[in-house]
């Protein structure tokens, strides 16, 4: 079903030059492959596809958290912890780049395989999980029913995708046109005095760029020894400058390394779609509440060298903070899904693992 952004009946807004359908245009149909995504659905939630089969996808992406995690920064492989915010699988299909630093900007295939088999993440092997794969039979049958043969990388690295493809977005009183009073208020004030809008804009309210917004820095990655360890490998791993004196996460300095600095900090824009579902916010899970997030907004940000010039006091007053908020909830459908995602085959069972350090299989 097309979610198209369409205003609350009666509402004839225009935002400066910008049209309604240029500011925030649609999200488009995606045709989905049943058997391959119910391939990839499986594979997900199935903690094989990690080297000591502690981890699944789902792990880290949980359903009843907008396919986001609960925790300000997310877990890692065994003996280590991860250092940013697990972001949201939820329309993740139409991004044109991914990982809050924008490190990989061509396809979820290669998402895929970046996940599965990086060390701190899930430390997978693929040879490995090829032949892991072909050892059971179910999978063995929904390989071949999904057109890729025998189990493979290959197969794995386009099933997860194709799954992924099935988590788009519901229909939100946005969508549908059935703004609150309070809400229309927070839409003036979002594409008006409060100018999210000059970042958050398009189908996925998000431009799709990188940012220094003034979001302080998350001091437990540096004060964990092993959010601290995992942090240190992978800016060596991504070549950046004295990595082991780093004080502050580089962001997209990651892909442009300017000598001078002046990218230190910068992370994309996240989508707003779902929202609700997904707290803790910011790319290093320091809010905990949409509240805190339009606060934060509303003082300017943190003071940073490098904060974009448009990150400025926006001096709204309290009643405008929570029609903002109100905006906000409004771009959250009811969540995608309501069935449990526990289920036993062939002598495994398949869950979304709530504590990977101690739950069991």
Request: a negative charge.
């Given at each position: 079903?097309?979610n198209?952004?369409?205003?609350?009946a009666?509402?004839a807004?225009?935002?400066?030059?910008?049209?309604?359908?240029?500011?925030?245009?649609?999200?488009?149909?995606?045709?989905?492959?049943?058997?391959?995504?119910?391939?990839?659905?499986?594979?997900?939630?199935?903690?094989r596809?990690?080297?000591?089969s502690?981890?699944s996808?789902?792990?880290?992406?949980?359903?009843?958290?907008?396919?986001a995690?609960p925790?300000?920064?997310?877990?890692?492989?065994?003996?280590?912890k991860?250092?940013?915010?697990?972001?949201?699988?939820?329309?993740?299909?139409?991004?044109?780049?991914?990982?809050?630093?924008?490190r990989?900007?061509?396809?979820?295939?290669?998402?895929?395989?970046?996940?599965?088999?990086?060390?701190w993440?899930?430390?997978?092997?693929?040879r490995?999980?090829?032949?892991?794969?072909?050892?059971?039979?179910?999978?063995?049958?929904m390989?071949k029913a999904?057109?890729?043969?025998?189990p493979?990388?290959?197969g794995?690295?386009?099933a997860?995708p194709?799954y992924?493809?099935?988590?788009?977005?519901?229909?939100?009183?946005?969508?549908?046109?059935?703004?609150?009073?309070?809400?229309?208020?927070?839409?003036?004030?979002?594409?008006?005095?409060?100018?999210?809008?000059?970042?958050?804009?398009?189908?996925?309210?998000?431009?799709?760029?990188s940012?220094?917004?003034?979001?302080?820095?998350?001091?437990?990655i540096?004060?964990?020894?092993?959010?601290?360890?995992?942090?240190?490998?992978f800016?060596?791993?991504?070549?950046?400058?004295n990595?082991?004196?780093?004080?502050?996460?580089?962001?997209?300095?990651?892909?442009?390394?300017?000598?001078?600095?002046?990218?230190?900090?910068?992370?994309f824009?996240?989508?707003?779609?779902?929202l609700?579902?997904?707290?803790?916010?910011?790319?290093?899970?320091?809010?905990?509440?949409?509240?805190?997030v339009?606060?934060?907004?509303?003082?300017g940000?943190?003071?940073?060298?490098n904060?974009?010039?448009?990150?400025?006091?926006?001096?709204?007053?309290?009643?405008?903070?929570?029609?903002?908020?109100?905006?906000?909830?409004?771009?959250?459908?009811?969540?995608?899904?309501?069935?449990?995602h526990?289920?036993?085959?062939?002598?495994?069972?398949?869950q979304?693992i709530?504590?990977?350090?101690?739950?069991?299989?």
């Open positions: 079903m097309k198209m952004l369409v205003l609350a009666g509402m807004v225009s935002f400066g030059v910008w049209s309604k359908t240029e500011l925030f245009g649609q999200l488009q149909d995606i045709k989905v492959d049943n058997a391959k995504a119910e391939l990839g659905k499986r594979l997900f939630f199935d903690s596809l990690s080297g000591n502690t981890l996808c789902a792990s880290c992406h949980q359903p009843e958290y907008g396919y995690n925790e300000a920064m997310g877990p890692a492989y065994t003996g280590s991860g250092f940013r915010n697990v972001p949201t699988l939820i329309n993740t299909v139409y991004k044109k780049v991914w990982f809050h630093d924008g990989i900007g061509t396809n979820l295939n290669d998402v895929t395989r970046e996940n599965i088999t990086e060390d993440l899930m430390n997978m092997d693929m490995l999980m090829q032949e892991r794969l072909k050892q059971d039979p179910v999978y063995v049958e390989f999904a057109g890729y043969g025998e493979s990388n290959g794995v690295r386009n997860i194709e992924l493809k099935t988590l788009t977005s519901s229909s939100s009183p946005f969508d549908k046109g059935e703004l609150s009073q309070q809400g229309k208020k927070g839409l003036a004030l979002f594409t008006g005095k409060a100018g999210c809008s000059e970042c958050h804009h398009g189908p996925l309210l998000s431009d799709g760029l940012h220094n917004t003034g979001v302080p820095e998350n001091v437990d540096f004060l964990d020894p092993l959010r601290h360890q995992t942090f240190i490998a800016n060596m791993f991504m070549g950046n400058e990595y082991m004196g780093l004080k502050r996460d580089v962001g997209a300095h990651v892909q442009t390394h300017k000598a001078d600095g002046s990218d230190l900090g910068k992370f824009t996240p989508t707003l779609r779902e609700k579902y997904t707290a803790p916010y910011m790319h290093n899970g320091l809010m905990q509440t949409l509240e805190e339009v606060e934060f907004y509303n003082q940000g943190w003071p940073d060298s904060k974009d010039e448009r990150i400025r006091p926006l001096n709204l007053n309290t009643q405008e903070q929570a029609e903002l908020v109100a905006f906000l909830n409004s771009l959250s459908g009811e969540p995608l899904t309501t069935e449990k526990v289920w036993t085959e062939g002598g495994y069972t398949y979304l709530k504590d990977w350090r101690t739950s069991k299989n």
